[in-house]
């Protein structure tokens, strides 16, 4: 079982890639619809465009970067570098310990930077200013932004001499929790609970997309939950009061607009405010 993953993982076709991209889309559209956390009033077709444009951005950069991933990790096997290439260990722990080192240097640590260092946050704040999240939020993302992420991507598989094989089922799995955890869905109590032992779910990820610090800088995770406790980055808050967007573009003229959010990495830096604690909702 385990090597039929493996051995599809390694020679998984793009289309393949791009499916479970939209089935995920469709899976959590669908699930929305049928159980929302939030009121669906706003226009969800108009809303998922500017978002679906954004995903078309980042698949073809990702297109065009794609080969130096695959260098990188044919280099690093090959050669035998990196943190996994230099512990041994059978299947099933190289895959364990895989996913949860892709998850921190692929994912985890860079979006803390990108939150931490003022050039990045101009091309991730297009991620935040959405006001309305639901699953298509998890491809909003600059074109910039998606340079930036894929470059972690590189430089997370050269650290760990990771193979293709393991990059492209952590690629899936980013993607399909991604979905999952930006999705406007009600979870049963007891299922978000199980599930927060081990991965981000949408109650404990929505918190990010606060519109106010300190909530926007925590609960960074993107597949495991257990780098924001580790680092004591998690927070917790009733989904219901939360308030989507970003303080330093607010008005739906902006947040709305695809040029104007292809122009904010360019314009004059907008200070966050970092507000008291009494007044964090």
Known sequence: MLESIIDYFAN???SHRTLILVRGLVL??????????????????????????FTLTTIIVNFFLAFILVKTS???????????????????????????????????????VEHHVVWMWKFHVVH???QHVDTTTANRHHPGESVIRFSFAILATLLLGAPMWLVFLYQSMSVVLS??????????????????????????HRVHHHYRMPYSDSNYGNIFSFWDRIFQTYAQVD???????????YA??????????????FQKYRKRIDYDTEERL
Request: net charge negative; glycine share 4%.
């Open 12 to 14: 998984i076709p793009s």
């Open 28 to 53: 959590f559209s669908l699930i929305e619809s049928a159980v929302p956390l939030m009121s669906l009033k706003y226009e969800r077709l108009k809303h998922a465009m500017v978002n679906i444009f």
């Open 74 to 112: 044919d280099w690093a096997v090959a050669n035998s570098f990196g943190i996994l290439q230099w512990i041994p260990a059978g299947t099933v722990v190289f895959l364990i310990a895989g996913l949860l080192l892709m998850d921190f240097f692929g994912a985890w640590l860079p979006h803390w």
């Open 128 to 130: 935040h200013t959405d």
């Open 179 to 204: 979905q999952f955890n930006h999705a406007n869905i009600v979870l049963p109590a007891w299922l978000d609970k199980t599930l927060l032992t081990v991965f981000c779910t949408p109650n404990m």
């Open 239 to 249: 989904n219901t009061k939360l308030k989507y967007g970003v303080d330093t573009y």
């Open 252 to 265: 739906p003229e902006d947040a709305d607009s695809v040029v104007q959010m292809l122009k904010i990495p």
